[in-house]
């Protein structure tokens, strides 16, 4: 960074917020925190935020009361993400901005701009998970798109100047597709929203009483593996399992297989389900499931590990490597070892499990992965 003390930084903010899903939780979490930190390093070095929303409500479902902050300028793109517009408008909208810096939190760059470029790579899931299946588009519009997703996001990674990945087990696999990217990617582990933090702090309940029930949370794409949960409820026939997702792409198929191995009354369809409410449900489940085949983090896990929900996960590297000793393994593709996995919660001393589940929830935060992204993002100024 040279002598120059004030910058003006773009965040593309049009996947944050709730609805977003993991994406839009890390963005909205990452963007109020670096807003926070601006305000407090101001002395050392002055920061212009360019906030680049898809429109007006998503900026102030993301950004309530900070949109007060005088250093915080928003732009409205009416631009959705994946599409033609944003490889063919968004370079001008953000040349018009003067940015010295543009985060994009993703691997969605419009390849067009030239400015100084910082990103995310959550996973290159599509990377390795390929193929008609993995998708409910005509083969070849899938081919097309799926053709334009390995060049945009190996544009991505050969234009930015730092590269934030969640975990090492992304960082190895991003080296595994792109070596040349190796000495500019930087591991930044994400963290809790706030009311999870809070949750940390608290007195465990005791004597509430835990339904037979279990929860996913998260998309339904045939990757996240949700037949091996389903396919197993005809062998625990008092449990049911609740599916909160925000997204109907892919429910039609599991609404078939949950006909296919007739487990109807097992499984409940909750859709969209706000922080509160879904709080509520994780305090009287058994546990959550994350049968996932690929993952980026697995943040829902350290979500219901806050608040004291046992986690039943894959057995895959990355969830190794995030939940640790927190979490019941199984093999994804065995149902047998699903239902050993839960037969080993459900004589296991409950207690013990979720005090360690808080210990390792407590390793991860927002602000300690905001600084780290402060820190890098002004080295690139």
């Known amino acids: 960074m040279v002598a120059k003390k004030n910058?003006?930084?773009g965040i593309d903010a049009r996947l944050s917020g709730e609805k977003h899903a993991g994406i839009g939780r890390y963005s909205e979490n990452l963007i109020k925190r670096l807003i926070q930190l601006s305000v407090q390093k101001r002395n050392q070095v002055q920061i212009q935020f360019v906030l680049f929303f898809f429109d007006a409500q998503q900026a102030q479902e993301v950004l309530g009361d900070f949109h007060q902050f005088p250093n915080v300028k928003i732009v409205i793109t009416g631009i959705k993400h994946y599409g033609l517009k944003e490889q063919l408008c968004l370079p001008k909208i953000y040349r018009q901005a003067q940015l010295d810096l543009?985060?994009?939190?993703?691997?969605?760059i419009p390849v067009f701009y030239q400015g100084k470029l910082a990103i995310t790579i959550h996973d290159l899931l599509w990377h390795e998970q390929k193929g008609i299946?993995?998708?409910?588009?005509?083969?070849?519009?899938?081919?097309?798109?799926?053709l334009a997703y390995r060049f945009i996001s190996k544009q991505a990674i050969k234009k930015a100047r730092v590269i934030f990945v969640p975990t090492q087990t992304i960082?190895?696999?991003?080296?595994?597709y792109y070596s040349f990217a190796k000495n500019k990617i930087v591991i930044s582990k994400e963290g809790l929203?706030?009311?999870?933090?809070?949750?940390?702090?608290?007195?465990?309940?005791?004597?509430?009483r835990i339904k037979k029930q279990l929860i996913y949370t998260g998309s339904l794409y045939p990757h996240k593996n949700l037949k091996v949960v389903i396919k197993s409820l005809s062998k625990i026939p008092k449990y049911k399992l609740l599916i909160a997702s925000s997204r109907n792409i892919f429910q039609d198929q599991i609404?078939?297989?949950?006909?296919?191995y007739k487990v109807k009354k097992q499984v409940?369809?909750?859709?969209?389900?706000?922080?509160?409410?879904?709080?509520?449900?994780?305090?009287?489940?058994?546990?959550?499931?994350?049968?996932?085949?690929?993952?980026?983090?697995?943040l829902t896990g350290i979500e219901?590990?806050?608040?004291?929900?046992?986690?039943?996960?894959?057995?895959?590297?990355?969830?190794?490597?995030?939940?640790?000793?927190?979490?019941?393994?199984?093999?994804?593709?065995?149902?047998?070892?699903?239902?050993?996995?839960?037969d080993n919660l459900e004589t296991s001393n409950r207690k013990k499990i979720t005090d360690q589940g808080i210990k390792i929830a407590s390793q991860y935060s927002f602000d300690k992965m905001t600084q780290e992204i402060w820190t890098e993002l002004l080295k690139q100024l």
Request: hydrophobic share 40%.
């Open 7 to 9: 910058y003006t930084i």
């Open 102 to 108: 543009l985060y994009v939190p993703h691997w969605n």
């Open 133 to 146: 299946g993995a998708t409910t588009l005509k083969p070849w519009q899938y081919y097309l798109k799926y």
């Open 171 to 176: 960082k190895d696999t991003v080296i595994k």
């Open 193 to 208: 929203a706030h009311h999870y933090e809070t949750l940390l702090k608290q007195t465990q309940k005791h004597g509430q």
């Open 255 to 260: 609404q078939a297989l949950v006909s296919r």
């Open 268 to 298: 409940s369809f909750l859709g969209f389900v706000s922080d509160k409410k879904l709080l509520s449900i994780y305090q009287e489940s058994m546990a959550l499931v994350q049968p996932s085949f690929s993952e980026g983090f697995g």
């Open 304 to 342: 219901a590990m806050a608040s004291r929900l046992p986690v039943l996960a894959s057995d895959i590297k990355v969830f190794r490597e995030i939940y640790q000793d927190g979490a019941f393994f199984f093999d994804p593709n065995s149902c047998e070892d699903f239902l050993k996995a839960l």
